[in-house]
């Protein structure tokens, strides 16, 4: 049973407009959440995450919405460039020191 | 800063033989984790070890794998005796606190994972 899932194995993408990435989760104790990326033959690296206090968290070109209600969360990237091509994974976690769950990742491709 | 290094980065094998996938973390680093990466499941927790103690174990798939850090620089995955359904991308990855990842102030850092293919 996953308990984070990102529904869209892949996005395409024009270059400077926005990506929306989602990811789904089932256990309501989840209290923070992450973001990913990664590119070919490299391991993913941390790209932004989010508190369940908050619903939104910005960094520069990326924001991460949470959506308690809905068990739903989304990260944005505008606008959108060909280097942002990459694997991007949603993870989770139940309170601070416990072990992250992932989803499967979405596949993103900006193209130019 | 090396980063976390693992080795080797390719591994080809034949079903029945023993694998074992080596892994170098951040120097300070207290924390090193043992992750799968499959098409079907993405990112899968299989250990992790603080201060070099084994945490939990609860996605190790079967008996038949088996993690060690014997001091804080080195850790080891090995799997005996090795299955085709055991092909995947192996992660290790490690972070400054017990967290793991689940703050922004100390995120996991990753290898870039060995891909192992069992025949």
């Known amino acids: 049973d996953q308990q984070v899932k990102q529904n869209s194995p892949s996005l395409s993408v024009q270059e400077g407009r926005i990506s929306i990435l989602n990811c789904d989760y089932t256990?309501?104790?989840?209290?923070?959440f992450l973001w990913y990326k990664k590119y070919p033959a490299e391991g993913p690296t941390f790209l932004i995450s989010i508190s369940s206090i908050k619903d939104k968290n910005e960094d520069g070109r990326f924001t991460v919405f949470l959506n308690k209600s809905a068990k739903h969360l989304s990260l944005h990237i505008v606008p959108s460039q060909p280097g942002d091509s990459a694997v991007y994974f949603c993870?989770?976690?139940?309170?601070?020191?416990?072990?992250?769950?992932f989803g499967a990742g979405t596949i993103l491709r900006v193209k130019s | 800063d090396a980063g976390v290094i693992q080795s080797p980065r390719h591994e080809v094998t034949e079903m029945g033989q023993e694998v074992t996938l080596r892994c170098k973390p951040i120097s300070g680093h207290n924390s090193l984790f043992w992750y799968r990466q499959t098409m079907m499941r993405g990112l899968e927790l299989l250990i992790y070890?603080?201060?070099?103690?084994?945490?939990?174990d609860s996605g190790m798939p079967e008996d038949r794998f088996s993690a060690k850090m014997p001091n804080a620089s080195f850790s080891t995955l090995k799997i005996q005796p090795s299955e085709p359904r055991d092909s995947a991308v192996y992660f290790c990855a490690s972070s400054l606190f017990s967290a793991g990842g689940t703050s922004s102030n100390s995120p996991l850092h990753f290898g870039n994972g060995t891909r192992l293919t069992v025949t």
């Open positions: 070890f603080n201060n070099n103690v084994p945490i939990d």
């Open positions: 256990n309501s104790m989840f209290d923070y």
């Open positions: 993870a989770a976690s139940v309170g601070y020191g416990n072990k992250l769950v």
